[in-house]
């Protein structure tokens, strides 16, 4: 199956251009047929009708397994521990200034 357009030897050089790379004419022949074969083969892709078909988001029918959140309990909450403090502002400790 022949794929519509025909990757150029500029295209190639301009993609170069773009991503920074210096070629050799060399890679640049090289890169013209692998990518002009990479477009022809998702042009193919394109053209598979995948109506019906479901997404596929992972093959191996595993899932991931988590735990459930629990609340836990470290003891005092803020206001038990707040209130031994000799001086507070808006539920936090107040202490002199430190940075000179």
Excluded: C, W
């Amino acid at each position: 199956m022949k794929h519509m357009s025909k990757l150029t030897r500029d295209d190639v050089l301009k993609l170069a251009k773009l991503s920074r790379l210096s070629l050799t004419d060399e890679e640049v022949a090289q890169f013209t047929k692998e990518i002009d074969a990479i477009l022809a083969y998702v042009e193919q892709l394109q053209s598979v009708d995948v109506t019906d078909v479901e997404p596929t988001y992972q093959v191996t029918g595993l899932s991931n397994v988590m735990r459930p959140d629990i609340e836990k309990s470290y003891g005092p909450d803020a206001k038990a521990l707040l209130k031994n403090a000799p001086a507070t502002e808006k539920d936090h400790f107040k202490v002199k200034r430190m940075v000179g």
